[in-house]
C-alpha cells in the first residue's frame, strides 16, 4: 500500500543550480539487497522508504551479492510495487568498479561505462535511469573519455543526469567543465563524508559550490561507526568483527574513538536525538551536503532515521563542542 501522505514529511533540497529537488535523506541499496538477502526485506525497506518521502534510490552495477543482483531486486520492486510511480522517484545507478571479467568491466573507458548503463537499465527494468555516476576516477583514461560516454548517455536519454563519486577536487573541476563544453551539466556528486570522514571539506565543498554542483554522502554514519553498536565493545558478526571488511574492522575502533563516539552520543541525547539522527542532521547542515544516502538492514531503521527532520538545526556552541569532540 503507498501512503497518500508520503510528501508531508520530507525535505527536498534544490541539487546545485539545477533544477532537480532532492530528499535530504536517500535510500542506498549497496548493503543488504541482492540475491543473498530475502527479497521481503528488501522490498519492505524499499516501499517503506518510498512511502515516508525518500524518492531517490541509489544503487551501483556491482551492488550485491552477486554483483548485479541489487539492482534486480530493486527493478522487481519496480514492476510490482511502483510502475505507476516512475516519474515520482530519482534512480541512480554507477559503474566504475570491477563488474564483469576482463579489461571492460571496470574502471572508465566508453567502452565500459556504456555496457555498464545497458546492463544496469536491463537488470533494473527501465529506460532510462535519472542519474549515472561515474563511481571513481580511473587515471589510466582521459578524462575527456570517460565525460565524452557520460555526455552521449544523456544525449541518448538513456540517463537525464550525471555525476560522479570519489572524484578529487581538482579532477571534479575538470570534469565539470569538459561537460560543460559538451553542453551537459555536471549535476551531482557523491563523496565518503560524516564526522570522521571530513576530506570534502577540504577543497571539495569549494569546487562544488563554485561549479553549481550538488552533493549525497555516503556512508554518513561511517559504517557503524556513529551509533552505539560499538560502545560497549565490538558485536559478533558485525561489520567491525569481519576482517575481509574494507571499509571498516576492529582495529580501527580505538578508546580514543569509541571516546568521541560517547561524548558525541552524550551531546545527541542532550538534543533529544539518537546519535545517528544527529550524525545525519550534520551531515546536512548549512555548509554539509545535499543529502545523505540511507543504508539499512530492516524498514525500523529507515523510521528511525527519518526522524533526523524533526531536529535538523545545530547552535553555534554546538558545532563548536562537536569539533572539539573530534580533535
Known amino acids: 500500500m503507498i501512503a497518500n501522505n508520503r510528501y508531508e514529511n520530507m525535505s527536498y533540497v534544490k541539487c546545485g543550480d539545477s533544477g532537480l529537488y532532492l530528499p535530504k535523506l536517500c535510500l542506498g541499496i549497496w548493503n543488504n539487497f541482492g540475491k543473498a538477502y530475502p527479497y521481503e526485506n528488501s522490498r519492505e525497506m524499499i516501499l517503506t522508504a518510498f512511502n515516508l518521502g525518500i524518492n531517490h534510490i541509489d ?27 516512475r516519474d515520482e522517484l530519482v534512480i541512480s545507478t554507477k559503474a566504475g568498479y570491477e563488474m564483469w571479467d576482463g ?35 580511473d587515471e589510466n583514461t582521459p578524462l575527456e573519455e570517460t565525460m565524452g560516454a557520460l555526455a552521449d548517455m544523456v544525449r541518448q536519454g538513456k540517463a537525464l543526469y550525471v555525476g560522479v563519486s570519489n572524484y578529487n577536487a581538482e579532477d571534479t573541476r575538470k570534469a565539470s567543465r569538459m561537460l560543460k563544453d559538451l553542453g551537459v551539466k555536471l549535476l551531482i556528486h557523491q563523496p565518503r563524508y560524516n564526522m570522521f570522514c571530513r576530506i570534502p571539506e577540504q577543497g571539495l565543498f569549494d569546487v562544488l559550490k563554485q561549479e553549481g554542483i550538488g552533493s549525497v554522502a555516503f556512508c554518513p554514519l561511517e559504517q557503524g561507526l556513529l551509533t552505539t553498536k560499538y560502545i560497549a565493545g565490538i558485536p559478533k558478526g558485525s561489520r567491525a568483527d569481519n576482517q575481509n571488511c574494507p571499509f571498516l574492522n576492529g582495529e580501527d575502533i580505538t578508546a580514543e574513538v569509541l571516546d568521541k563516539v560517547i561524548q558525541l552520543n ?11 539522527q544527529m550524525a545525519l542532521a550534520w551531515d546536512v547542515r548549512e555548509g554539509g551536503v545535499t543529502s545523505v544516502l540511507l543504508g539499512a538492514s530492516r524498514k525500523e531503521q529507515i523510521i528511525e532515521n527519518v526522524k533526523m527532520l524533526e531536529n535538523q538545526k545545530f547552535t553555534a556552541d554546538e558545532l563548536a563542542r562537536i569539533d572539539e569532540i573530534l580533535g
Open 103 to 137: 579489461p571492460y568491466g571496470n574502471w572508465g573507458s566508453r567502452k565500459s561505462l556504456m555496457a555498464s548503463l545497458d546492463q544496469s537499465l536491463k537488470r533494473m527494468q527501465l529506460d532510462y535511469v535519472d542519474i549515472f555516476y561515474h563511481h571513481r576516477r
Open 59 to 85: 544503487a551501483a552495477n556491482n551492488y550485491g551479492p552477486p554483483p548485479g543482483s541489487a539492482e534486480e531486486v530493486l527493478g522487481e520492486v519496480l514492476k510490482r510495487d511502483l510502475k505507476g510511480y
Open 266 to 276: 552524550e551531546l545527541a541525547k542532550e538534543r533529544g536525538q539518537s546519535l545517528p
